[in-house]
């Protein structure tokens, strides 16, 4: 049997909902990706997918549509941890996701001289977050877990407004 590998080449970048995009154009079924999503238990989402032309090109695009009350809900790594753990993503789709945000917790923690325990998640422990790195998760579950390599996204610049103020 051969490895199977997913190459990616994210010419204008890459975030969550462009990666659950191009699931969907490599054949992965809506259905099979929201079922797991949705036992999340997450509240005040759902998933728009339309097909889309550019530049003479056809592809997916995908977004996570948040409720604007449910968007912004600050969440510590233990709430994560619950949310995912309990739901009824695969074992592997689960160990997957905690990586991410663990990995995230981390950082975050360092970065303000904490620890993973005391941090709250803002805009990644937001809903659309969650369900696209979760649904990240799913998808490389489904796609038999391929080594995943990437050409380097483009250098972005810019400041955006976060909850700890503009970065």
Partial sequence: MSERI??????????????????????????????????????GWDVKVSKVERHHLFGTH???????????????????DA???????SDVAKANALKVFKLIGEV??????TTLDEIH??????????????GAA?????LGNPKVYSAPPPLGSGTIKIAHGVV
Avoid: Q, Y
């Avoid at 799913?138 to 489904?142: E, G, Q, T």
């Fill in 108 to 113: 975050e923690a360092h970065i303000h001289g």
């Fill in 6 to 43: 997913l190459w990616l080449e994210p010419v204008g970048g890459i975030a969550g909902d462009m990666f659950l995009a191009a699931a969907l154009d490599l054949g992965v079924s809506l259905d099979a990706l929201l079922t797991p999503l949705r036992s999340l238990n997450v509240p």
């Fill in 62 to 80: 995908v977004e996570v549509v948040v409720k604007e009350d449910e968007g912004h809900v600050h969440r510590a790594w233990k709430d994560i």
């Fill in 138 to 142: 799913v998808v490389l579950d489904l």
């Fill in 121 to 134: 998640f803002h805009e990644v422990g937001a809903v659309d977050s969650i369900i696209d790195i979760c």
């Fill in 83 to 89: 949310l995912i753990s309990r739901s009824k993503l």
